[in-house]
């Protein structure tokens, strides 16, 4: 299972720090990684870190402001999102996948439940 938590409603220019904790056989998977969904758009992929050698991906429209990042001993990936703006309100969804996992959602195969994020101005 993956266990999405963090999400909250803040104004532009704040930071929140979103959490996906990992079990069972999604904890098998060797990358795990964020995407964002709008209202009305497709699921866009934000950020990506394998889990053994830590190497990251992210989306140019977060780069330089959020950070993906993993804890072995808790089986949990992080999504520190800072500077926050409006065009991120998004449900954000974590998800496993395998060394096939792209930025296409459909390349990946275990999900949490998403947790929300609102940003206002």
């Known amino acids: 299972q993956l266990q999405a938590s963090g999400g909250g409603s803040v104004r532009t220019g704040d930071s929140l720090r979103l959490a996906c904790a990992a079990s069972g056989r999604t904890f098998s998977r060797s990358i795990m990684g964020w995407f964002q969904q709008a209202p009305g758009k497709e699921r866009e992929f934000v950020a990506s870190?394998?889990?053994?050698?830590?190497?990251?991906t992210y989306a140019g429209s977060v780069k330089g402001r959020f950070t993906i990042s993993r804890d072995y001993a808790k089986n949990t990936v992080y999504l520190q999102m800072n500077s926050l703006k409006p065009e991120d309100t998004a449900v954000y969804y974590c998800?496993?996948?395998?060394?096939?996992?792209?930025?296409?959602?459909?390349?990946?195969?275990?999900w949490g439940q998403g947790t929300l994020v609102t940003v206002s101005s």
């Open positions: 870190i394998t889990w053994s050698g830590g190497i990251t």
């Open positions: 998800a496993t996948g395998s060394t096939r996992a792209t930025t296409r959602a459909t390349t990946w195969d275990y």
